[in-house]
């Protein structure tokens, strides 16, 4: 382990969730497995197999993961285990007709915003009530499989997200109780848990008014982390995948501003989280990365070596069918 990475012997690092594209037919192919398997070791305490549609559920794409009972599961859990690493998977669904914006911003947010609430008052109760079930249902094929952490993606402007937030459902206190009973279940069976949260969508009318309450009350949960994205995809992507100095500045002191209000609960701290001087921020936060080890698959032991933001990663946005890296590609 380099002395760069050795600074963090006290912090969890997690790869974080990434639909990568690498199916056939909704079932991950031998590129997938080899993805994780060669960007885990022991110097990574999770990696997170990224957004898998949960049984009945919808994917963001045409090549996103549909969980089943097939081995594939299996043989992937074993494969990251077997490297070094924790193997986690991101459980996740959209709704039937959803489209993700191809452009990274919208001119649009408050019509999404809008048509988000349409979609979940238009839920019945028993429809809600099915979303859920099929997060348990999820979650116990999972661990079956041989995973051991289980997140749950409510960011992102993706079902989960709007049914959780009490600004767009208004019986969003249901789905906290649902959520919490699984939580809870998941941590008596000694299976770690996370929920992925978006800190804002990128309207900032919506921001502006009950986000702080809304991302304390997903502190709340009792999730051994909670994984801190921000953006909603058909709003603003910038949000979703930092770049610019500005937005990665922002989005460091929005997860901070929560992790210091909740010191009894974990937090990942994503954004090029290497980058930040980790001696001065709080215990209970833990790097999260994603596009540096997508570009370098030992970023972990070589990290001066990372991404290069060349962008190609963004491969729904470029109307591509798969990830694509400029540097992996070469390596």
Not at 134 to 152: K, T
Request: glycine content about 8%; overall charge neutral; proline content about 4%.
């Amino acid at each position: 382990m380099t002395n760069a990475i050795a600074t963090l012997s006290d912090r969890r690092l997690f790869f974080l969730g990434v639909n990568t594209g690498f199916v056939t037919e909704g079932r991950p192919d031998q590129r997938y497995l080899d993805f994780y398997s060669s960007r885990s070791s022991p110097d990574l305490h999770c990696a997170i197999v990224g957004n898998v549609v949960v049984p009945g559920g919808h994917g963001s794409n045409t090549v996103t993961p549909a969980l089943t009972t097939e081995s594939v599961w299996a043989d992937l859990a074993a494969s990251i285990r077997a490297a070094g690493s924790l193997p986690g998977i991101q459980l996740a669904t959209t709704w039937n007709g959803y489209i993700g914006l191809r452009k990274f911003v919208t001119a649009e947010s408050r019509e999404f915003i809008a048509r988000a609430r349409q979609i979940v008052s238009e839920m019945k109760p028993e429809r809600v009530a099915a979303v859920l079930d099929s997060f348990d249902v999820a979650a116990d094929i999972a661990v079956r499989h041989g995973f051991d952490h289980i997140q749950i993606h409510a960011a992102h402007g993706y079902l989960l997200s709007l049914l959780v937030d009490h600004r767009i459902n208004r019986e969003a206190t249901g789905v906290f109780e649902r959520l919490t009973l699984l939580a809870e279940r998941l941590r008596d069976a000694s299976v770690e848990t996370s929920i992925r949260v978006s800190l804002k969508t990128g309207d900032s009318d919506f921001d502006g008014d009950g986000t702080s309450d809304f991302l304390d009350r997903i502190a709340r949960l009792p999730f051994d982390y909670v994984d801190l994205s921000s953006g909603f995809y058909n709003i603003d992507k910038r949000l979703i995948y930092p770049a610019r100095p500005d937005f990665l500045a922002a989005r460091l002191d929005e997860s901070l501003a929560v992790g210091l209000r909740h010191p009894e609960r974990s937090f990942i701290l994503s954004g090029r989280a290497l980058n930040h001087d980790w001696a001065g921020l709080p215990s209970n936060m833990h790097p999260g990365l994603c596009r540096d080890l997508i570009a370098n698959p030992r970023f972990l032991q070589e990290p001066r070596d990372g991404c290069q933001n060349h962008n190609k990663c963004h491969y729904y946005s470029r109307g591509e069918s798969h990830l694509t890296c400029a540097r992996w590609a070469v390596r």
